[in-house]
C-alpha cells in the first residue's frame, strides 16, 4: 500500500540486540531501519534510497502489513521497484563476473 508518512522517529542500526553484526543469510552485513509513523514502527533495509531521510520528513513509500510467526502485525517498508530491479541487475552483472573469473581461475 502506497502512505504518505511524516518521520516521527529514526533509528538505524547494523547490531543486534546483543551488539553482533547483523548480517544475512549469506553473511553479507547489513543495516536495519526503523521509521516511526502514524503511531507505530515501520522497518526496512538502509540503502541509498532511503539513506537521506532524516526526521521531519515527509516520504511517500510501500509499505506492506505482515504478521509474524509470533502473532504480532509488522510493518515493513518495501524499496521501489527501480531498486530491486537494479538489484537483480547488479546480481546478474556480478553472477557473470564471478563466472569468468572461476573460468580464468580454472575453478
Same mark, same amino acid.
Given at each position: 500500500?502506497?502512505?504518505?508518512?511524516?518521520?516521527?522517529?529514526?533509528?538505524?542500526?547494523?547490531?543486534?540486540? #546483543?551488539?553482533?553484526?547483523?548480517?544475512?543469510?549469506?553473511?553479507?552485513?547489513?543495516?536495519?531501519?526503523?521509521?516511526?509513523?502514524?503511531?507505530?514502527?515501520?522497518?526496512?533495509?538502509?540503502? #541509498?534510497?532511503?539513506?537521506?531521510?532524516?526526521?521531519?520528513?515527509?516520504?511517500?513509500?510501500?509499505?506492506?502489513?505482515?504478521?509474524?510467526? #509470533?502473532?504480532?502485525?509488522?510493518?515493513?517498508?518495501?524499496?521501489?521497484?527501480?531498486?530491486?530491479?537494479?538489484?537483480?541487475?547488479?546480481?546478474?552483472?556480478? #553472477?557473470?563476473?564471478?563466472?569468468?573469473?572461476?573460468?580464468?581461475?580454472?575453478?
Amino acid at each position: 500500500m502506497q502512505e504518505k508518512l511524516l518521520i516521527e522517529k529514526l533509528n538505524r542500526t547494523d547490531k543486534d540486540r #546483543d551488539g553482533n553484526e547483523l548480517v544475512n543469510k549469506l553473511g553479507k552485513p547489513y543495516t536495519r531501519l526503523g521509521v516511526y509513523a502514524n503511531g507505530k514502527w515501520y522497518s526496512g533495509f538502509s540503502d #541509498d534510497w532511503n539513506s537521506a531521510w532524516v526526521i521531519g520528513d515527509t516520504i511517500e513509500v510501500t509499505t506492506e502489513k505482515t504478521t509474524g510467526r #509470533d502473532g504480532k502485525t509488522y510493518y515493513n517498508l518495501i524499496a521501489p521497484e527501480s531498486k530491486k530491479a537494479q538489484s537483480i541487475g547488479m546480481q546478474e552483472q556480478l #553472477d557473470r563476473i564471478e563466472a569468468k573469473i572461476d573460468k580464468i581461475l580454472g575453478a
